[in-house]
């Protein structure tokens, strides 16, 4: 069975971030005007246990599903294996 990973792509700009392992904790925020951008936080402070990643991105969050590639080349997107995660915008 092959090693399956999960690819973020923020779909306005098509930024790709990961591929994550199974079980990667992430927050997406989607933030209109500011570069896509990953943080980790973990280790950073005691309340960020629950969250491994925060990720920015300028439109909606896509999900892929992938397969690494032998010898660290990459990875194979798995076709059909993918859906949109759309992102409610802030309250005013």
């Not at 779909?11 to 500011?34: H, L, M, Q, V, W």
Request: proline content about 10%; charged content about 25%.
């Amino acid at each position: 069975m092959p090693d399956y990973k999960i690819l973020v792509v923020d779909c306005e700009s098509a930024e790709e971030f990961g591929p994550f392992e199974d079980g990667t904790r992430i927050k997406y925020t989607e933030a209109n005007g500011a570069n896509p951008s990953i943080k980790s936080m973990t280790g950073e402070n005691s309340k960020a246990d629950a969250v491994d990643f925060h990720i920015k991105g300028k439109g909606d969050m896509c999900l892929k599903l992938v397969i690494p590639n032998d010898g660290n080349n990459g990875y194979t997107v798995v076709d059909g294996c993918g859906c949109c995660c759309p992102v409610p915008p802030p309250p005013k």
